[in-house]
């Protein structure tokens, strides 16, 4: 099994209303997200890839377009949550690429959540 993965970056904000009052979270507070797609494959292309690098870009243009230097609470219909952002962009990026197989969505070097069905 072959597996590739690429990584992109944005900032945004966001605020977990639902939480308690204390709650860290709670607060607007912003974050620079990292984005890791896993993309898995028994056999290459012609090419010798599983999928070039570069027909990835089309992530990055979403993410850009949709997240980055925004407020989450204004451009999400659900909690931004990691969990819930991974399971959003996996599902994304699984339209366009049937070989992804996870999708890491880190608020911090030190903490991630990941979807992978």
Not at 24 to 43: D, F, I, S
Not at 46 to 70: N, Q, S, V
Not at 75 to 97: I, K, P
Request: charged residues 25%; hydrophobic residues 35%; negative net charge.
């Amino acid at each position: 099994m072959y597996t590739i993965t690429k990584e992109f970056h944005f900032s945004a904000s966001h605020q977990l209303s639902h939480l308690p009052d204390g709650h860290q979270c709670a607060r607007l507070h912003g974050h620079n997200y990292v984005v890791v797609v896993e993309l898995r494959a028994k056999e290459l292309n012609a090419d010798g890839f599983i999928r070039d690098y570069g027909e990835l870009k089309p992530l990055k243009t979403y993410i850009d377009e949709t997240f980055d230097h925004r407020h989450l609470n204004d451009v999400l219909d659900f909690a931004s949550t990691g969990e819930n952002m991974a399971r959003h962009l996996y599902e994304w990026c699984a339209q366009h690429w049937p070989e992804t197989t996870a999708v890491k969505v880190s608020e911090t070097p030190k903490t991630w959540a990941e979807y992978r069905p």
